[in-house]
């Protein structure tokens, strides 16, 4: 493959591989602007998402039924989450509440081993997977799904919390709690929305992902962890800086492998982060966009 080639291919795959981490991004980033938690569990609803798909698909559902029932499933396990370990703790230090994030990640992968083991399983792509070619790079037609998926999202996103009542009630809360209550706004059932729909969109990242790389138990972690390396690199306070964020790593993940090793990949991606925390802590594109969710 020519050099040219060589470097349109790699930049579908990294635009592919950060429009999994915005969706994932996306929630870190609503969560955290609601209630102030960094949930470290959210790697885990991708894999929820993905591995319900296949259950589904394999019970005989049409895929886009099994897709819907799976995002609704990981709504409620996010809400349910956000009952049972959040909520009650909502008055602890940053730091309780991250440990219960990450108390509550492993014991999320536990229970997706007793259900699915430890072999990895495929989802069938969305559409007919035929490669199309351009500019002699390949490019497949589920990495269009992902990428489009994404960017719609952040248009839902950005709709929902500007032209909606509910998107102005969490922005409330997100700029003053207390004034927000004496709006009539409740931060605890914000809170929940905020968690369950981060949850939701998890979910679809995880669904999106699996045709290309398979799911399993453990395909959250990283995933995770990536993305919350996205948010923090793009600006954890609003959305569209955790999407550049997130296309950011991606790209860059993408040629490391691609020119150099598969195992630069990840050291691209945490050298980043700490180069940002140490110099911009913000986020690189925190200014830019101005003001926050």
């Given at each position: 493959m020519e050099f040219s080639s060589q470097i349109i291919q790699l930049l579908f795959s990294g635009l592919t591989i950060g429009s999994i981490?915005?969706?994932?991004?996306?929630?870190?980033?609503?969560?955290?602007?609601?209630t102030g938690v960094l949930?470290?569990?959210?790697?885990?609803?991708?894999?929820?998402?993905?591995?319900?798909?296949?259950?589904?698909v394999k019970m005989g559902l049409p895929l886009w039924a099994a897709v819907i029932l799976s995002i609704m499933t990981v709504f409620l396990i996010g809400g349910l989450f956000e009952r049972v370990a959040i909520y009650p703790a909502r008055k602890a230090s940053v730091p309780t509440l991250i440990i219960i994030t990450i108390g509550v990640s492993i014991a999320f992968r536990g229970i997706a081993i007793l259900i699915w083991g430890t072999q990895p399983q495929s989802l069938q792509p969305f559409t007919d997977n035929t490669p199309i070619k351009f500019l002699n790079a390949v490019l497949l037609p589920q990495n269009i799904w992902a990428i489009g998926i994404s960017l719609v999202s952040?248009?839902?996103?950005?709709?929902l919390f500007n032209k909606t009542f509910i998107g102005k009630a969490l922005t409330a809360c997100v700029v003053n709690q207390f004034a927000a209550r004496l709006m009539g706004i409740k931060?605890?059932?914000m809170s929940l929305l905020a968690i369950s729909t981060s949850a939701g969109l998890g979910a679809l990242a995880g669904i999106v992902i699996a045709p290309i790389s398979g799911a399993s138990y453990d395909m959250g972690m990283m995933i995770g962890l990536k993305a919350f390396v996205a948010a923090v690199v793009g600006g954890l306070t609003n959305v569209p800086a955790a999407i550049g964020g997130a296309f950011l790593i991606g790209i860059l993940e993408s040629f490391a492998e691609g020119l150099w090793s598969s195992g630069l990949k990840d050291v691209v991606s945490f050298s980043l982060l700490l180069i940002i925390l140490f110099v911009k802590p913000e986020g690189i594109f925190a200014k830019a966009s101005g003001k926050r969710v």
């Open positions: 981490y915005a969706l994932i991004a996306i929630g870190f980033v609503i969560i955290y602007n609601v949930n470290l569990a959210q790697g885990e609803f991708a894999m929820f998402g993905a591995l319900i798909s296949i259950s589904l952040l248009v839902v996103m950005f709709y931060p605890e059932k």
